[in-house]
């Protein structure tokens, strides 16, 4: 994919690897990962998944984790051993000092001088309070760095691809989500190529799997939801952007124009499947994307992070400065472009994958080596592998969560007041509106749901006493991670966030933390931890 889109540019040598590592990843079958994000968490690494009723022998779960591989007799990857070298500083933890100005560089850039990044021997990376906050002080809004909606909650919500604010209209919305459940199943229809909710009136009658709960709706109903012909009361209180449309394909929408042009210039232009791509780029893409919404959709927010790099890259290029050729140079230039995502580096991926229940802690060690010999031996890990280096920055990802106006229109009908000086009273709003929400069913208020990779937030430790949370307030409508203190911080106290529930007992805590890597000491841990 990424290698046709720049083959009519000379390439050196190192960035064609970059480039041909993302090749591989994207024809080559995957592994069937599993993909669970929490809302506000960073996700836990995957683990292997398979049964769980006997503790397996390492090897065993080993070659299950890595989908099953373990008897293939595939060749190792001649790239990995041309570019060993290189790979190991593209995956190599950026050195302290670099680091520092990194993140000193992004907090002064994006104005939250609240808030400094600092470095422990103990934890690593955290993040520090610059000044005091009191309870409920909003202490970061973090921007999203790389990030993706999940593929089926596309058929739920309507959002712009770049900053994840609802488009449209409730109408819009509402219609599209109805359409989407009478056309038929969710995966169906995020593969669909030819059906789209512009064409409702023309296919819709002709699928024939129609939902119990919108089969009560006639089609045309909902085409006037959709093309804004009909109109639900009250819905001019919670008028959302207009759509625009991509440049180049139907897939992408967006809030605005400086979003859609953001999205083309950082990720898009590399990934979009319209007219202004050429036929056979077109068409892998679209073998890749539909691949992705079969197996795992991190994969989309992978090549997010790719055409992130390759984007900068190319742009860094055009700077007087780096207008040297040598492969030298080139790289240097790659690993700067790659910087922002080098940053969320934590672990290999045979490091980070979650212990199998069925492991042994005992034979841990065991387990992750046979892991790691997988991966350096068989070439789906070889894919694998070439995929560590956007894992690095999906393991720190979190899930990115953007409540629903349809919700909040909802609870407006419900709560009107049923006054004369309205136009239309509360009891016919209810009527007028009632059989949309029996329609849309109990998950009427589905949020946009994704992954995406938050640069600061990810730098927050956990504590099962935090002083701070991830919470969207009212006004928070994209799909930045909002960081809002639990309590008083004091200025130079470390602000840290739940990974977990923290409601349970210390045991259930620790078990959930294993998953993450690490076992918690923090003040509440040590209190209730049993001797
Ligand atoms: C989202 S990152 C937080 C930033 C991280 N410290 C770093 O250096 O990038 C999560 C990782 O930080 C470490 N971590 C976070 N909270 C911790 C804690 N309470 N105790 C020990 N390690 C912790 C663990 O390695 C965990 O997998």
Request: with cysteine; proline share 5%.
């Amino acid at each position: 994919m990424a290698v046709s889109v720049f083959n009519t540019r000379r390439r050196t040598s190192l960035v064609s690897a970059f480039i041909a590592r993302t090749r591989m990843f994207i024809s080559t079958p995957l592994p069937q990962v599993r993909d669970k994000v929490s809302r506000t968490k960073p996700p836990k690494p995957h683990g292997g998944g398979g049964e769980r009723r006997r503790k397996k022998q390492p090897q065993e779960a080993a070659a299950r984790a890595g989908g099953g591989m373990g008897g293939s007799s595939a060749s190792p990857c001649d790239l990995d051993r041309e570019f060993a070298p290189q790979i190991a500083q593209l995956l190599a933890t950026p050195p302290l000092q670099p680091a520092q100005e990194y993140y000193n560089g992004l907090i002064q850039s994006r104005k939250h001088d609240g808030i400094r990044v600092n470095f422990s021997s103990k934890h690593g990376k955290g993040v520090c309070a610059n000044k005091e906050f009191a309870e409920g002080d909003l202490i970061l809004k973090d921007q999203i760095l790389v990030g993706a909606q999940h593929s089926l909650n596309k058929i739920d919500c309507a959002v712009c691809s770049y900053c994840f604010r609802f488009i449209g209209s409730i109408e819009f919305q509402i219609g599209r989500r109805l359409y989407w459940q009478s056309v038929g199943s969710s995966s169906d229809c995020t593969n669909r190529r030819h059906c789209h909710e512009s064409d409702v009136g023309s296919s819709a009658s002709s699928s024939g799997a129609t939902k119990e709960n919108s089969s009560t709706l006639p089609e045309e109903v909902l085409g006037s939801l959709i093309t804004g012909d009909m109109s639900l009361p009250f819905t001019d209180h919670f008028s959302l952007p207009q759509v625009v449309p991509c440049r180049g394909c139907e897939e992408e929408r967006y809030c605005s124009q400086s979003c859609a042009d953001s999205d083309w210039e950082t990720y898009h232009s590399l990934l979009c499947t319209g007219s202004k791509t050429e036929p056979s780029q077109r068409s892998a893409l679209q073998k890749f994307i539909e691949h992705a919404n079969g197996s795992n959709d991190i994969f989309l927010v992978a090549a997010k992070a790719i055409t992130f790099t390759l984007l900068r890259y190319k742009k860094l290029k055009t700077q007087p400065e780096f207008q040297n050729n040598t492969d030298e140079s080139n790289f240097s230039l790659l690993m700067e472009a790659w910087k922002p995502l080098s940053m969320g580096y934590k672990k290999r991926w045979w490091d980070s994958v979650a212990l199998p229940e069925d492991v042994d802690s005992c034979d841990e060690d065991t387990f992750r080596q046979q892991i790691r010999d997988l991966a350096l031996t068989i070439i789906i890990f070889c894919v694998s592998q070439s995929l560590q280096l956007l894992k690095d920055a999906i393991f720190d990802s979190d899930g990115l969560v953007v409540a629903s106006p349809v919700e909040d229109y909802f609870i407006h009908i419900d709560d009107l007041p049923d006054d004369e000086k309205c136009n239309i009273s509360q009891e016919e709003a209810e009527k007028v509106t009632r059989p949309f929400l029996d329609a849309l069913g109990e998950d009427y208020a589905a949020p946009c749901e994704g992954t995406a990779f938050f640069p600061l937030q990810s730098c927050m430790n956990h504590s099962c006493c935090p002083n701070a949370k991830a919470y969207k307030r009212d006004e928070d409508t994209d799909g930045n991670a909002v960081i809002i203190a639990l309590e008083p911080i004091k200025k130079d106290d470390e602000i840290t966030i739940s990974y977990i529930d923290e409601d349970v007992s210390y045991e259930e805590r620790q078990a959930e933390l294993a998953d993450y890597g690490f076992i918690c000491t923090c003040p509440r841990c040590q209190e209730e931890k049993p001797n």
